[in-house]
């Protein structure tokens, strides 16, 4: 059974960086489709970036194209989330998840396997 874990969350002040890791447990990611999502108070879950495990494309949500980099690190079996030039609007828990069947997807339904999530706060 995979299991994920996030870390690297925390509080930063806007315009500053962070780096958020997924490690797996149980599983090697380079065989999933891996996606970030947030959620923020109050607010649906929302898609954030997504690689896939063919060739490893990436997609990524408008709001944070240029921002944020989602990577992998097979020898690690880690997924990270690089996100630069941070906004207060992107405070939320962050979740990683696996889509065991696919390549990835902006739609959270297709992913089977999701993290506990780990918060970042953006001060202002």
């Known amino acids: 059974q995979v299991q994920l874990v996030e870390s690297g969350g925390g509080l930063v002040q806007a315009g500053g960086s962070r780096r958020l890791a997924c490690a797996g447990s149980?599983?090697?990611?380079?065989?999933?489709?891996m996606g970030w999502f947030r959620q923020a108070p109050g607010k649906e879950r929302e898609f954030v970036a997504a690689i896939s495990w063919t060739i490893g494309s990436t997609y990524y949500a408008d709001s944070v194209k240029g921002r944020f980099t989602i990577s992998r690190d097979n020898a690690k079996n880690t997924v990270y989330l690089q996100m630069n030039s941070l906004k207060p609007e992107d405070t939320a828990i962050y979740y990683c998840a696996a889509d065991l069947r696919g390549s990835g997807s902006a739609r959270p339904q297709v992913y089977e396997v999701w993290g506990q999530g780990t918060q970042v706060t953006v001060s202002s």
């Open positions: 149980g599983g090697t990611l380079s065989n999933y489709g």
